[in-house]
C-alpha cells in the first residue's frame, strides 16, 4: 500500500512518500521554488517523492493530509468571538482568506490531485489527520523503540499547542493536551518577534543568541508570563500578548515589562537582547523539563521521541536526555510542520489495521534522514557543463584527498553528495564544510560565506566512534539535535581579560581545539556521522581526520541567509559563485573558484529576502 502525505497552506509545506510503512521519499516544497518557507500546495515535491518511486499519483492508495482545517476555523472564529470587539481588524483581513481558501482545503486539495489523476476516487481516498497526530506518528513510528511516551510541542495545530501521547507497536493513542492560546510555542516566538527576528524562523537565531545574555528575566516571565505548574503544565497571562486578535505577537503592557519596544529587524543587537534570550531559553528549558518528568512518572515508560517546532530546541533537548527522566529519547529531524506530511501517511498506513511494525532497532527507520533527491554522475556533469562551470572529475579516493586538503587549507567547500536531506538541517548531502580548528572559521563563514549575523554558532560534525573523546555526548547524535558540551581535555582556558568581555566580543575567544563549532558556553550542536547511512561522509571525516588527527569538521547549510538549501547541482554552482567559497565538490566532480569563469560570479549577498 502507498500513501503520499502532504503538508500545506502554513508554512514549510513538504510531501512524503511510504510504502508499506517503509519511507520512500520526502520534500520540502522550498527546496525546488527556492521560496523560502514556502507554504504552498507542494506540487514539487510531490512530483519528486511520486518519481522517486517510479509512481504515478493513480498509483497512490490513499492522499493523508497532515491537519484539519474545518477545526482549526472553528477555533478561529471561537477565538475571535471571545475577545470580541478586540481584534476586528485582524478579523477582517483573516475571515476572507478563510473563507476563499483554507476553509475549503478539502476541495482545494482535490482540484489540486485531480490534475494529476482525474479518475482517483477523493471521497474516499483523501484522508485527514489532526496535526499533533501527525507530528506524534512522525516521531514515534520511524523511532527504534517498541513503545515511549509522546511529547508533541509547537505552537498550535488545530487547537493542541502542547500533547502527549503513547506508542506501542502499531498503536498510537493521544492521552493529553494543552489548547490554544497557552502554547510554550507561541510564547517562544513572541520573544522572537520582541527581539527583533521573524517568527516561524528566527527562533533558532534567539536560541543561539542566548548564550550571550543572562537570564535576567528569567522570574519576570514565570511571574507575569506563564502561570508553570510542577507537571510542566501551563497558561499564559494573555493581557501581554496580541497573536489572539492582532497583527502583532505582544502589546504595549509587554514593553513596558520587558523595559521598552522590541528590537527593529537588522537594528544592533543590545544587552537586553542577549539577556531576553537567555531568559525565555531558561525558562522554555524548564517547561521540557517539567513536562518531561511529569510524562516519565505518568508512564513509567523508559523511551520518549519529540516532535514539533519546539522539539528543534537542541539545547533543551541536551537537558532532557541528561536530566534522566527518561533513558533514551528519539527526536524526528523533520520535527516541524514539513514532517507533519510523514507523519499524516505513517498515521493513515498504521491505521490500515494491516500494517506490521518491527521497530528499526538500529539509529532509526529515517535512513539519516536522507529522503531527498539525488543525482547520477553522469547528470550532474551534464547539468555543470550547461552552467558554464569548469571541474575535474576523479575517482572517489582522489576527490576525498583533494577535498580533505582544502578543508585543511582552510577552504570553505561546497559538499553535495547522495540524497537531499529532509527537516531543516544539512547532514552532508547538501553543506558547506570548514576546518573546525581553525580560529577564524566561524566568523569568516558567517560574513564572507553565509552572509549572516555574526553572533551564530556552526555545528560540529564528528565520526561516530570518536564523538565521545571530542564531546560529552556517550550515544549518537544523527540530527543536530542535541546539544552537548566540548569534553574537557579539548577545552582551552580562558585568556586574561575574557570575563571582561561583553556579548559577541565574546566570540574572539579561542575556547578549545576546535574554536569554529564551540559556542561561547562551551557548546556545540552535535552531528555524529554513521558510516551506515552517508559513507562518502564518513570517509571525507575519515581522510581528514587521518591527514590532521582531528576527526571534526564545520558543517553548516548550503544556501546563504534567506535561500532555501541547495537542491540541485545548478543551485549549488549559483551559490558557490555567488560566495567567498573557495571549493565545491558535487558527486565526483571538483570545482575550484580559480578555475571559474569570473563573468558568471553573482551578487547573492542581496539575492534573497532576509530571513
Not at 44 to 66: K, M, Q, S
Request: charged share 25%; proline share 5%.
Amino acid at each position: 500500500m502507498r500513501i503520499l502525505g502532504i503538508s500545506a497552506f502554513y508554512h514549510d509545506s513538504a510531501a512524503a512518500l511510504v510504502e508499506d510503512g517503509r519511507i520512500i521519499a520526502a520534500a520540502q516544497e522550498e527546496r525546488f521554488s527556492r521560496r523560502k518557507h514556502d507554504p504552498r500546495f507542494p506540487r514539487h515535491a510531490i512530483e519528486y517523492c511520486l518519481g522517486a518511486a517510479g509512481v504515478g499519483l493513480a498509483d497512490v492508495d490513499h492522499v493523508a493530509f497532515y491537519d484539519k482545517p474545518f477545526i482549526k476555523f472553528e477555533r478561529l472564529i471561537e477565538t475571535y468571538v471571545a475577545f470580541a470587539p478586540r481584534g476586528f481588524r485582524s478579523f477582517s483581513m483573516a475571515i476572507p482568506v478563510w473563507l476563499k481558501e483554507k476553509l475549503f482545503q478539502r476541495t482545494l486539495l482535490r482540484n489540486e490531485l485531480k490534475s494529476h489523476a482525474p479518475g482517483f476516487d477523493w471521497d474516499e481516498r483523501l484522508l485527514f489527520a489532526e496535526h499533533h497526530q501527525s507530528h506524534a506518528a512522525s516521531a514515534f513510528f520511524p523511532s527504534p523503540f517498541d513503545e515511549a511516551a509522546v511529547l508533541t510541542m509547537d505552537g498550535v495545530g488545530e487547537w493542541a499547542t502542547t500533547s502527549a501521547a503513547i506508542g506501542r507497536g502499531t498503536s498510537l493513542a493521544m492521552t493529553k493536551e494543552i489548547h490554544f492560546p497557552h502554547s510554550l510555542g507561541l510564547l517562544y516566538s513572541a520573544f522572537t518577534y520582541y527581539t527583533g527576528f521573524k517568527v516561524n524562523s528566527g527562533e533558532y537565531k534567539v536560541m543561539g543568541l542566548a548564550p550571550y545574555g543572562q537570564p535576567r528575566f528569567r522570574d519576570r516571565i514565570l511571574e507575569h508570563l506563564i502561570d508553570l505548574k510542577g507537571d510542566g503544565s501551563f497558561r499564559l497571562d494573555l493581557k501581554y500578548f496580541d497573536y489572539c486578535t492582532g497583527l502583532r505577537m505582544t502589546n504595549a503592557r509587554f514593553d513596558d515589562l520587558f523595559e521598552g519596544p522590541p528590537r527593529r529587524p537588522e537594528d544592533p543587537i543590545t544587552a537586553r537582547d542577549m539577556d531576553l534570550a537567555a531568559s525565555i531559553q531558561a525558562v522554555t528549558e524548564e517547561v521540557v523539563l517539567r513536562l518531561v518528568r511529569g510524562l516519565a512518572t505518568e508512564t513509567g515508560l523508559s523511551n520518549l521521541c519529540l516532535a514539533g517546532g519546539v522539539a528543534l530546541n537542541c539545547v533543551a533537548n541536551g537537558k532532557v536526555l541528561r536530566d534522566g527522566a527518561f533513558e533514551n529519547i528519539w527526536v524526528q529531524p523533520a520535527a516541524g510542520d514539513a514532517g507533519g506530511a510523514l507523519g499524516a501517511a505513517l498515521a493513515a498506513w498504521y491505521q490500515t489495521g494491516e500494517a506490521l511494525r518491527t521497530a528499526a532497532h538500529g539509529l532509526d527507520a529515517m535512513q539519516g534522514s536522507y529522503l531527498g533527491p539525488e543525482y547520477a554522475q553522469d547528470e550532474i556533469e551534464q547539468r555543470l557543463r550547461d552552467t558554464g562551470a569548469v571541474f575535474e572529475v576523479l575517482d572517489e579516493d582522489d576527490l576525498l584527498r583533494e577535498t580533505a586538503a582544502a578543508l585543511e587549507a582552510g577552504n570553505a567547500v561546497g559538499w553535495f553528495q547522495g540524497r537531499m536531506e529532509f527537516g531543516p538541517r544539512a547532514l552532508g548531502g547538501r553543506s558547506i564544510l570548514g576546518d573546525a580548528r581553525s580560529p577564524e572559521m566561524q566568523r569568516s563563514l558567517n560574513l564572507k560565506v553565509k552572509y549572516r549575523e555574526s553572533f551564530r554558532p556552526f555545528a560540529p560534525a564528528v565520526l561516530a566512534e570518536h564523538a565521545g573523546e571530542w564531546f560529552d555526548v556517550d550515544r549518537p547524535s544523527p540530527y543536530m539535535l542535541i546539544v552537548a558540551d566540548v569534553a574537557a581535555r579539548h577545552r582551552h582556558a580562558p585568556s586574561p581579560g575574557a570575563s571582561k568581555k561583553f556579548g559577541i566580543e565574546q566570540l574572539n575567544e579561542t575556547r578549545s581545539d576546535i574554536p569554529a563549532v564551540t559556542h561561547v558556553d562551551y557548546s556545540a550542536r552535535v552531528q555524529t556521522v554513521h558510516r551506515e547511512t552517508n559513507p562518502r561522509f564518513h570517509a571525507l571525516l575519515t581522510a581528514f581526520h587521518e591527514r590532521t588527527g582531528c576527526p571534526v569538521l564545520v558543517n553548516t547549510s548550503f544556501n546563504v541567509r534567506g535561500e532555501p538549501i541547495v537542491c540541485t547541482p545548478e543551485d549549488a554552482f549559483r551559490c558557490f559563485m555567488g560566495t567567498e567559497m573557495e571549493t565545491l565538490a558535487i558527486g565526483n566532480c571538483l570545482l575550484r573558484k580559480a578555475a571559474q569563469d569570473s563573468g558568471l560570479r553573482q551578487d547573492y549577498k542581496h539575492a534573497f529576502e532576509l530571513d
